[in-house]
């Protein structure tokens, strides 16, 4: 088998080198990072350098970064009613930490539905919003920034403005979108967004939510003062250092969201040359440059992702798999996608290190499948 191409990013994005030599070295750190002796300090002085990184990604500061173990943890801990009576608005197509509700009770949250374009409708949000104030509830309301699965940006900033319109709180789920491309928590408008480490090349395992100036969350574990007694339990050093070299690193390169967005609309174009009937999911909407997600009616994602994955070329369906099987997208189905369309959906979503040798191997894999799998059916 020749070299694999793996296209499937917006799942993790493999560990940058310098970031895993950061991570090695922290390993010889021995000190807790809540001591006062020499090794503690070492270990908290590695901490906040990270800290400081994570919070330049954003345009936050320092002081409003709280680590985590990911972004599931970022979202459960933004999930709170925080104090006195909340409701919950949650867009559709969030990701499944989302869409648990965290510690929101079931009778106070509510779907916003989204537009076949994959995009929130803005315009059911002050109905919504307002039928909550008649119940004497302050609105909570989370909506991402990117999709995970098509890409498609979100209005946050527009969200924003209707939420604090009504007294509430906009949290926004940015991990698809920090350090991929520009995204800075105070002219998105949120209150407060979750990130994660690995969806830009850093560790598996450690994230963020960083709040606006003057937000408070209620700590999801408690039983120490670390973070600022926002979540207790001592820090993951080494991941956290290695977020802290990712952001740096993605910091750096953001301005090649462009470069990637050619490549992502390349393949897309030669896809369609194969199979005119390809769709493009939130293709007539602003999506992350490097997310693609299509579909070629009458085929099965987990049968391309199968000999995608046998001929070295590793994609995704539209949700990555769950204990090896790949499930119906939640995402597709708010879109008003048609089930038998929604199950040959692919994504194929493009890296810092892909290149134009990269989209010809898929494109030659992929396409052989299709013509293969289209002759296929013409026999029958």
Not at 6 to 17: C, F, G, I, K, V
Not at 284 to 306: D, F, Q, Y
Request: glycine fraction near 10%.
């Amino acid at each position: 088998m020749s070299e694999r191409i793996y296209l499937d990013h917006n799942a993790t994005s493999p560990l940058r080198e310098a970031v895993r030599e950061a991570v090695l070295a922290t390993l010889d750190i021995g000190g807790n990072p809540s001591s006062v002796h020499a090794e503690g300090r070492a270990a908290r002085g590695l901490i906040e350098a990270a800290r400081e990184k994570v919070a330049r990604l954003v345009g936050a500061r320092a002081e409003d970064v709280i680590f985590t173990s990911g972004g599931t943890e970022a979202n459960a801990l933004a999930l709170s009613p925080q104090r006195g009576d909340w409701s919950c608005h949650l867009s559709g197509i969030e990701h499944p930490s989302v869409l648990a509700g965290g510690r929101f009770q079931q009778d106070a949250i509510s779907l916003i539905p989204a537009t076949a374009n994959g995009v929130i409708d803005l315009e059911t949000l002050p109905a919504a919003l307002a039928n909550s104030q008649m119940k004497g509830r302050r609105p909570f309301v989370s909506v991402m920034a990117a999709n995970n699965e098509t890409g498609a940006f979100q209005p946050i900033a527009e969200a924003a403005a209707i939420v604090h319109e009504a007294g509430g709180l906009l949290h926004s789920d940015a991990v698809q979108a920090a350090g991929k491309v520009p995204f800075d928590i105070a002219s998105s408008g949120a209150d407060m967004i979750s990130l994660s480490a690995h969806k830009f090349g850093g560790p598996k395992g450690v994230g963020a939510l960083v709040l606006r100036e003057g937000i408070a969350v209620e700590p999801l574990v408690k039983g120490g003062g670390q973070e600022r007694r926002r979540r207790a339990g001592t820090e993951n050093v080494s991941g956290i250092v290695g977020f802290g070299v990712a952001a740096e690193l993605a910091s750096a390169e953001l301005s090649r969201a462009a470069e990637i967005g050619k490549l992502r609309d390349e393949l897309e174009e030669r896809a369609v040359s194969i199979a005119p009937d390809l769709v493009v999911f939130s293709a007539n909407v602003l999506r992350l440059p490097n997310t693609s997600a299509i579909a070629v009616p009458g085929t099965k994602a987990e049968t391309l992702l199968i000999g995608l994955d046998l001929a070295g070329v590793a994609v995704s369906s539209g949700s990555a798999c769950s204990s090896g099987k790949v499930e119906a997208s939640h995402v597709l189905k708010a879109m008003g996608i048609a089930p038998e369309l929604a199950q040959a959906a692919l994504r194929v979503s493009l890296g810092p290190d892909t290149t134009k040798a990269h989209i010809d191997r898929f494109i030659a894999v992929w396409g052989e499948m299709i013509t293969r799998l289209k002759r296929g059916r013409q026999a029958a």
